[in-house]
């Protein structure tokens, strides 16, 4: 069967995993015929990755979107997203498993800076206006009686808030707040900045799966082996790409392809992803998220004004169906070859912390 897989953002970066899984084989080996499709999702979101572009938003445009351009699976949904579309009586997306089950970086500021309330009338960088990091920071900064809208100093663009490139202009004086990924935090600290916030050690044990896969409800119950042998592909696709440096090379190839063919003239810029960052990739082993780590982000929104306050638990656990894909991890993880990933895995998730 064809399976239409693509992204709900705009940036290569959030179907690299599945076009790793595309390139290596993994699909096929599944029984499935995939094509990856980006930047088509949403077309807006691209001029918001731009200074000064539009507040992005997904809310009443991904099922649209799934829709209009024949989208099966959306590996990358803002996790609020079918909650805020449920609110509004569209009730057909699906929470299927999880994409980023972790935020693995931690709020560093200027080593004058030693509380949220500090940042007012300063600079913080972030990668666009509307995303997970912007609504954390709105929410953080009106907690400590902060304007988010004028007291403060937004430095909007990729390298200033995209947590593997944020560090640079941090250290170099051009912002004095940003998240900053995990490997370069500890080169901060040793230059005086300060660690506010670590999302991985504060979101313990329940994750942070502030973006997920989904799909639609119609999808689901017409196709449900399909969606088993896709989280069959997915999974091995996630613990491969945390296994570096074997596997680092084939990876770079893959995201240097998807770079330069995205219509996003951005994309093509950027710097590709570094060796350091792919042992902590957000991804989780069993492609599984927790109902707890999904309603304590959903609180965080509904306290930052984002997500009616009428979308309770018993919505989470209607709306996160895992049936599917815990299914898929009893039958895979039985396999030698996982059995094998695991064992080669473990001491990196001792070390950072999932």
Partial sequence: MKLRVGNGCWHAGHVLDASVCLA?????????????????????????????????????????????????????VHVRTPFAERALGNDELRIIGGWRNWFPGALVTAPAIKSIADLKGKRIGDWYKGGIATMWYEHQLRKAGVDPDREVDWQIGWKYGAMKAAWKPLLAGETDAAIVQTPYVPRLLEQGFNKLYDFVEDSKPYGRPDRVTVARKSFIERNPEVIKRYWKAAIRGYQYMRIVPEHFPFQRFVEAKLRVDNPDESECMRDLRPLDVMEGRFHPMDGQLSVEGVWRILQEHQDAGVLARSTTRRDVEEVVRQELVQEAWAEISQTDEVKQNIERLQPVIERVGY
């Fill in 24 to 76: 290596a084989g993994f699909y096929a080996q599944e029984g499935l015929d995939v094509e990856v499709v980006h930047a088509k999702v949403n077309p807006k979101g691209i001029s918001s990755s731009r200074p000064d572009g539009e507040r992005y938003d997904e809310i009443g445009t991904v099922l649209r979107d799934m829709i209009a351009f024949g989208i099966d699976i959306i590996t990358d």
